[in-house]
């Protein structure tokens, strides 16, 4: 059964920086596009940022541009979510999830699995 695992959220002040880690099990990994979506309460998912299979092409959000970076380890079957200067705007559930290919990245239908999701709260 594929899974996929986010940790490193928190509770951390404008300005900050957190490192959200995702997990997969299965072995579908290294051939899946990985993205970052997030949810604010009462708002619907929203893309971050994806990165391709090999880790060469990756997009953002024009909102988190410059300031998040999202990598990956396929020896750990890991993405990551590097993200600096967080402001309060930043506070949302923030989910890893998969897809076999690029086109179409942005939107959150084409995605599966889903991780459970990781709280990032940023106060000012």
Known sequence: QVQLVESG???V???GSLRLSCAASGQFFST???AWFRQAPGNGREFVAVISQSG???S???SVKGR???SRDNAKNTVYLQMNS???EDTAAYYCA???DWYGYYDPSGYHPWGQGTQVTVSS
């Open 86 to 88: 967080l402001e309060p």
């Open 68 to 70: 998040f970076t999202v």
């Open 56 to 58: 060469q092409s990756t």
């Open 98 to 100: 998969a897809r076999p």
């Open 9 to 11: 959220g928190g509770l």
């Open 32 to 34: 899946h596009v990985m």
């Open 60 to 62: 953002y959000a024009d």
């Open 13 to 15: 002040q404008a300005g």
